[in-house]
């Protein structure tokens, strides 16, 4: 590697005539510098059925320098120290266990934010943050960061201060619990499928020339009707027939409803979207564009619904119904498919600046958990990142999918 480049990517094809896409970059450990290779080098030899020891190739040891419990300046004001949640989620946080990020506490006394500041001998860092669940939503959580970020950089003078009255216009009440039944626990793998610009531009005209009207899809509609898909074709190749599957989209309700909640307001304001795909009736809807209207229809309804809400009363309604749909779908159609996704496009992930400059990349560390997807931008925001979460059998057959494979370079 020329002296002074930390970096260079090329290509290189393999005896099948398959074009891969490397990064050779080097770190300044040792002399001379160890070079090691990214890009798609770990899809290259899984592929070759070559056993990779990640933890002898990267060369990535832990070692905790310090652990830090940050207490309060001064003691917390009575008044306060009992602090009324407002929550619409009713979940668990989520158990971060990657080595960059830190392990949450259990214990309803243990703390609310965790940071772990990780740092390479390459020069680069990586800061993995937990806040529990119960306390915030996604919106929240970046929020924190982004404030975090600009006290660091530009004074605390010049951060936007959180607001926390959710409690105040949705007072803390019992919510019915929804967890589906997905029978014997198996093995779940998680797999992450990017759609960069170009995908992204080709998937949306795919879905769009067959769309009534002038109206265009947005990234989030059409990835998820592409993964939904796919989904509905490994049903049916797995049971031998179409199943009935059921979808629940997050939606961030800051700004959709009637009610004068702040942009900023802290907590869990979220109640998700409903959409259906019934087998018997959709036999012969399972193109792209039908799974774009299903997706659109129920994003609408949602939307519509919303902005309806006009007092903690709506509020609560809306929220009880929702659950209710949701169980009631659940015990009744016992052979339905559960797909949950949760979006984290448009937030503000990459705006984070600490004082040296934007991320290089961003990731949620998710447990893999039962049929569940997670979205985030690309760096550029023209693209999404698919954290795939399925039953291995199901894995399998998913990233074989001809539409999976066409739109996230795996052909």
């Given at each position: 590697m020329p002296e002074g480049v930390g970096e260079i990517e090329f290509q290189a094809t393999d005896t099948l005539g398959k074009l891969w896409n490397f990064r050779l970059l080097s770190c300044r450990s040792g002399e001379p510098p160890k070079p090691f290779i990214t890009g798609q080098w770990l899809s290259f030899v899984k592929g070759k059925n070559v056993k990779v020891d990640l933890e002898k190739s990267s060369n990535m040891n832990v070692q905790i320098l310090s652990k830090k419990l940050i207490t309060p300046s001064s003691p917390t004001p009575s008044r306060l120290r009992n602090y009324k949640v407002s929550w619409l989620r009713g979940e668990l946080e989520t158990e971060l266990r990657n080595r960059l990020a830190p392990i949450?506490?259990?214990?309803?006394?243990?703390?609310?934010?965790?940071?772990?500041f990780n740092m390479f001998e390459c020069g680069a860092v990586a800061i993995g943050v937990c806040i529990k669940h119960r306390a915030a939503d996604a919106s929240s959580v970046f929020a924190f960061i982004n404030a975090w970020a600009t006290a660091a950089r530009l004074?605390?003078?010049?951060?936007?201060?959180?607001?926390?009255?959710?409690?105040?216009?949705?007072?803390?009440?019992?919510?019915?619990?929804?967890?589906?039944?997905?029978?014997?626990?198996?093995?779940?793998?998680?797999?992450?499928?990017?759609?960069?610009?170009?995908?992204?531009?080709?998937?949306?005209?795919?879905?769009?020339?067959n769309i009534n009207g002038s109206r265009q899809p947005t990234r989030v509609e059409v990835v998820t009707a592409l993964l939904w898909k796919a989904l509905t074709m490994v049903a049916r190749a797995k049971h031998g027939r179409l199943r009935p599957s059921f979808l629940v989209h997050s939606f961030n309700l800051r700004g959709k409803t009637a009610m004068s909640v702040p942009d900023n307001s802290c907590g869990n304001f979220t109640n998700p979207a409903i959409a259906r795909f019934t087998a018997d009736d959709d036999e012969n809807k399972v193109e792209l564009h039908h799974f774009v209207d299903r997706v659109h229809d129920g994003i609408r309804k949602r939307v519509t619904d919303s902005a309806k809400i006009s007092s903690d009363d709506d509020l609560f309604s809306s929220v009880v119904n929702t659950k209710t749909e949701m169980m009631?779908?659940?015990?009744?159609?016992?052979?339905?498919?559960?797909?949950?996704?949760?979006?984290?496009?448009?937030?503000?992930?990459?705006?984070?600046?600490?004082?040296?400059?934007?991320?290089?990349?961003?990731?949620?560390?998710?447990?893999?958990?039962?049929?569940?997807?997670?979205?985030?931008?690309?760096?550029?925001?023209?693209?999404?990142?698919?954290?795939?979460?399925?039953?291995?059998?199901?894995?399998?057959?998913?990233?074989?999918?001809?539409?999976?494979?066409?739109?996230?370079?795996?052909?």
């Open positions: 949450p506490h259990r214990p309803e006394d243990g703390p609310i934010v965790l940071v772990q004074g605390v003078d010049e951060v936007r201060t959180p607001s926390f009255q959710l409690a105040s216009f949705f007072p803390p009440r019992d919510i019915p619990t929804f967890t589906p039944n997905f029978g014997e626990k198996k093995v779940e793998i998680q797999k992450r499928f990017v759609f960069n610009s170009a995908a992204m531009s080709k998937l949306k005209a795919v879905a769009s020339a009631i779908e659940a015990f009744h159609r016992s052979d339905a498919d559960f797909y949950m996704f949760n979006s984290w496009c448009r937030m503000p992930v990459y705006e984070v600046d600490f004082g040296w400059g934007n991320p290089g990349w961003f990731s949620a560390v998710v447990v893999p958990g039962h049929n569940m997807f997670h979205f985030m931008d690309t760096k550029d925001g023209d693209g999404i990142e698919a954290w795939v979460s399925l039953e291995e059998d199901d894995m399998l057959l998913f990233q074989e999918n001809p539409d999976i494979k066409a739109f996230t370079g795996q052909e």
